[in-house]
């Protein structure tokens, strides 16, 4: 079970960036998929999920409108297009399988991370 | 802000028991989930949603919950315990997910 992302780089303020995540060895479809992203010396914020089969999307207050996630499910790949890039959305951005049971779920494997850098 | 609260840092001796909690509304109704964070690497899960270690995670780890918190006590810690740990579980709409702000546990 293995995921790795890609699409990272520097962006200017106001522009966009694409970032996919590649999943392998475990049935795609059946899992929901979630992006988490760690500022600089800063703690874990979720970002946004989807759903296996991509019919429901959720997103944290502070990318809702400006980031979009979807999913290839023929490619096992997920993907977050992040438009309106700002300043504070510097950070390593994580994808994540979430597995979960009865009222408790979590977040397993992760990536390895890829670096956004907005900045003027 | 975060609707989980945890402490910023603790600190415990080598060898020691320590207990780290994460404080939040949610926490009534969902899980939580531990995670364990090196330096330059991905978070782990150390306890997950069910209280459970995953598979090549030492047994001194393990997760409770009671209330409104939900605790991670390390009995008989080790230098390689020394990370960051970072509590995880739903807001209380359900509809989103949260990490506590982390705690940094400095083995002396």
């Known amino acids: 079970e293995h995921l790795s992302e890609s699409g990272g780089g520097l962006a200017q303020p106001g522009g966009s960036l694409r970032l996919s995540c590649a999943a392998s060895?475990?049935?795609?479809?059946?899992?929901?998929m979630h992006w988490v992203r760690q500022a600089p010396g800063k703690g874990l914020e979720w970002v946004s999920g989807i759903r296996g089969s991509g019919t429901d999307t959720y997103y944290a207050d502070s990318v809702t409108g400006r980031f979009a996630i979807s999913r290839d499910n023929s490619k096992n790949t997920v993907y977050l297009q992040m438009n309106s890039l700002r300043v504070e959305d510097t950070a390593v951005y994580y994808c994540?399988?979430?597995?979960?049971f009865g009222e408790g779920d979590w977040f397993d494997p992760w990536g390895q991370g890829t670096q956004v850098i907005v900045s003027s | 802000s975060s609707e989980l609260t945890q402490d910023p840092t603790v600190s415990v001796a080598l060898g020691q028991t320590v207990r780290m909690t994460c404080q939040g509304d949610s926490l009534r109704r969902y899980h939580a989930t531990w995670y364990q964070q090196r330096p330059g690497q991905a978070p782990v899960v150390v306890s997950d949603g069910r209280e459970r270690r995953p598979s090549g995670i030492p047994d001194r780890f393990s997760g409770s919950r009671s209330g409104d918190t939900a605790s991670l006590t390390i009995t008989g810690t080790q230098a390689e315990d020394e990370a960051d740990y970072y509590c995880h579980s739903r807001d209380r709409s359900g509809q989103k997910w949260v990490f506590g702000g982390g705690t940094k546990l400095t083995v002396l």
């Open positions: 994540a399988r979430r597995l979960w």
């Open positions: 060895g475990f049935t795609f479809s059946n899992f929901g």
